[in-house]
């Protein structure tokens, strides 16, 4: 059962322009958000993170936005740059101690030059 | 020198043989964790560990076992490896101490094909 869904598996977006990517979770226990990026052969890099207390984290050109009420996050890249051209995975972790975390399905991102 | 690496990189082998992947850290983390990446599906934990003498089954644990050899070092073996184990395998580190103590930072992946 799939508790962190990123129902779009791919999304392409001209250079400059914002790239929005979403994630849904269904566990209203997590607290604590992350999302990674994955390039080709590489492993998955973490990007930005957001606790549950907060609705808004922003690092440079990315922001990520929190509605615990809607069990909904999002990532804002802008502008975008061709080389945010990557798998973006949305990542979701608990109360619990062990502080696993549950990975969406990933959404492939392309800018576009 | 990259904080998390694995080896190998990528790796084929056959229905019923035993296999090891490893990982290895710097960055002096205690928990370390397996993960598994199917295509179309997202990372799903197979193994983690918090120090050296506490290991924990993960979310598919089954046909895979796991070695803490030291803080740095956790090992993943099929001691029977089946076609549908073929996957890409990550490691993970995290601090627990650490501000974003959630963060897990992860190492190249192993491509495992099993014939």
């Known amino acids: 059962d799939q508790q962190v869904k990123q129902n779009s598996p791919s999304l392409s977006v001209q250079e400059g322009r914002i790239s929005i990517l979403n994630c849904d979770y269904t566990?209203?226990?997590?607290?604590?958000f992350l999302w990674y990026k994955k390039y080709p052969a590489e492993g998955p890099t973490f990007l930005i993170s957001?606790?549950?207390?907060?609705d808004k984290n922003e690092d440079g050109r990315f922001t990520v936005f929190l509605n615990k009420s809607a069990k909904h996050l999002s990532l804002h890249i802008v502008p975008s740059q061709p080389g945010d051209s990557a798998v973006y995975f949305c990542a979701a972790s608990g109360q619990t101690g062990a502080n696993n975390l549950f990975f969406g399905t990933g959404t492939r991102l392309t800018v576009i030059p | 020198d990259a904080d998390v690496t694995q080896t190998p990189r990528n790796r084929i082998t056959k229905t019923g043989k035993r296999i090891m992947l490893e990982c290895s850290q710097t960055k002096g983390h205690d928990r370390m964790y397996w993960y598994r990446q199917d295509p179309g599906l997202g990372l799903r934990l197979i193994y983690y560990?918090?120090?050296?003498?506490?290991?924990n089954k993960g979310e598919i644990s089954d046909g895979y076992s796991v070695s803490r050899q030291a803080q740095a070092k956790f090992s993943l073996s099929l001691e029977s490896a089946i076609p549908n184990q073929t996957a890409l395998y990550f490691c993970?580190?995290?601090?627990?101490?650490?501000?974003?103590?959630?963060?897990?930072?992860f190492g190249p992946g192993t491509r495992l094909l099993v014939l």
């Open positions: 957001i606790s549950s207390i907060k």
């Open positions: 566990n209203s226990m997590f607290d604590y």
């Open positions: 560990s918090f120090d050296v003498k506490d290991i």
């Open positions: 993970a580190t995290s601090d627990p101490l650490q501000a974003g103590r959630k963060t897990q930072y």
